[in-house]
């Protein structure tokens, strides 16, 4: 026979364990939910291309003399893929401030939605920036 004294323990411990479970559970949907990974040009112009939510991230090198700024906060320009074989493109339409490592040749990586087979309308604006570290020598003592 179990002592009443021992009947309350137990059951602390399996709420205590239920509301334990519940939030690793609720935390882990939450972790799934938000991890993106971005898809490429070549990717995106595919034929029968879907992503797997509204929302996703394109990522990409800012093409050459495709940069073009409208009313200010309003900027359009096209990316490539990384490799530079391959020669498709999307148009990016992105309505605010850019990051000052945003450049032509530079790699972006971009979250928002298609409008179209080919325009993305950015959210948000990632650059990357090179991964080969240079002193700024012009700052000498």
């Not at 939030?23 to 990974?37: D, R």
């Not at 090198?61 to 073009?68: A, E, Q, R, W």
């Amino acid at each position: 026979m179990i002592r009443p004294k021992h009947k309350k323990r137990i059951k602390l411990v399996l709420f205590f364990g239920t509301i334990l479970i519940l939030g690793i559970g609720l935390l882990l949907q939450a972790l799934k939910e938000n991890t993106q990974f971005f898809y490429n040009p070549s990717d995106i112009t595919k034929i029968n291309f879907e992503p797997k939510s509204e929302t996703f991230r394109l990522g990409g090198i800012v093409k050459n003399g495709s940069i073009v700024r409208e009313k200010g906060i309003i900027t359009k320009f096209n990316i490539e893929d990384f490799e530079k074989e391959m020669t498709d493109e999307v148009l990016v339409i992105y309505k605010g401030v850019l990051p000052d490592l945003f450049r032509e040749g530079q790699g972006v990586i971009i979250s928002g939605f298609m409008n179209g087979k080919t325009t993305f309308y950015a959210s948000e604006v990632l650059a990357k920036h090179d991964e080969n570290y240079k002193p700024d020598i012009s700052y000498q003592n």
